[in-house]
């Protein structure tokens, strides 16, 4: 019996969602292409009718992610402090830490800091870089707008986002390994309350925009 027209595109849809899955929870070393042709239910000789290496599958995978991740629908959204705040943590998977839900891009690449390999970290830093730029671009805008209190200096600005994704990364890396759900909740809400210090939201409107 032949194969329906769109039966090695559906092949391809059911690879990358399994690899998306299994790199999400494990990371790109501990995950093997075997592993991941028979979460798809596939055999492991199909996989190269559809990727030239394990690389070329998480790089496509990343992709998919990305453009399937809320972020995307996020940064088109209004220009507001706590939009802002919406946009950084659920972009670093913040909020989604102890969901059952799709992986953001950043929830794949958390598991690759320290990654020896080349291509997946030039994703992570092509990653990183994306998001500084969207997170200076809607600072800059919001300090116009009066909203923020920030110094209109570009660098300043800059250094701002950097901070703000430093503390992002370590307080992800962190409560990802521990195992107290409630520890884990108190070290991503004072991370997020130091984003909006940082920011220049006195404390009181902090506790109103993370409500």
Same mark, same amino acid.
């Given at each position: 019996?032949?194969y329906?027209?769109n039966h090695?595109a559906?092949?391809?849809?059911?690879?990358?969602?399994?690899?998306?899955?299994l790199?999400?929870?494990?990371?790109f070393?501990?995950?093997?292409?075997g592993?991941?042709?028979?979460s798809a239910?596939l055999?492991h000789?199909?996989?190269?009718?559809h990727f030239?290496?394990? *690389?070329?599958l998480y790089?496509?995978?990343? @992709?998919k992610? !990305?453009?399937?991740?809320?972020?995307a %629908? $996020?940064v #088109?959204?209004?220009l507001?402090?706590?939009?802002?705040?919406?946009l950084v943590t659920n972009?670093?998977?913040l909020?989604?830490?102890?969901k059952?839900?799709k992986p953001?891009p950043?929830?794949?690449?958390?598991? *690759?800091?320290?990654?020896e390999?080349a291509? @997946?970290?030039? !994703?992570?830093e092509?990653s990183y870089? %994306? $998001?500084? #730029?969207m997170?200076?671009?809607r600072?800059?805008?919001?300090?116009?707008?009066k909203q923020?209190?920030?110094?209109?200096?570009?660098?300043?600005?800059?250094?701002?986002?950097?901070?703000?994704?430093t503390?992002?990364?370590?307080?992800?890396?962190v409560?990802?390994?521990?195992?107290d759900k409630?520890?884990?909740?108190k070290?991503l809400e004072a991370a997020?309350?130091q984003?909006?210090n940082m920011l220049?939201?006195?404390e009181?409107?902090a506790?109103?925009i993370?409500?």
């Amino acid at each position: 019996m032949p194969y329906a027209k769109n039966h090695k595109a559906k092949s391809k849809d059911l690879i990358i969602d399994s690899a998306i899955d299994l790199f999400s929870r494990y990371g790109f070393d501990k995950v093997s292409i075997g592993q991941i042709m028979s979460s798809a239910k596939l055999t492991h000789g199909a996989f190269y009718a559809h990727f030239k290496s394990k *690389e070329a599958l998480y790089s496509e995978s990343f @992709i998919k992610t !990305l453009k399937g991740s809320r972020t995307a %629908r $996020l940064v #088109k959204g209004p220009l507001s402090v706590k939009h802002l705040t919406a946009l950084v943590t659920n972009y670093w998977n913040l909020g989604e830490l102890g969901k059952k839900s799709k992986p953001g891009p950043e929830t794949i690449l958390f598991n *690759e800091i320290g990654n020896e390999n080349a291509n @997946i970290n030039k !994703l992570f830093e092509e990653s990183y870089l %994306r $998001l500084r #730029k969207m997170i200076e671009i809607r600072i800059a805008a919001l300090s116009k707008l009066k909203q923020l209190h920030c110094e209109p200096d570009r660098e300043a600005i800059a250094d701002k986002s950097r901070a703000i994704l430093t503390s992002l990364v370590g307080a992800v890396v962190v409560a990802k390994s521990i195992s107290d759900k409630n520890e884990q909740r108190k070290i991503l809400e004072a991370a997020q309350k130091q984003i909006l210090n940082m920011l220049g939201v006195k404390e009181g409107e902090a506790t109103t925009i993370l409500s």
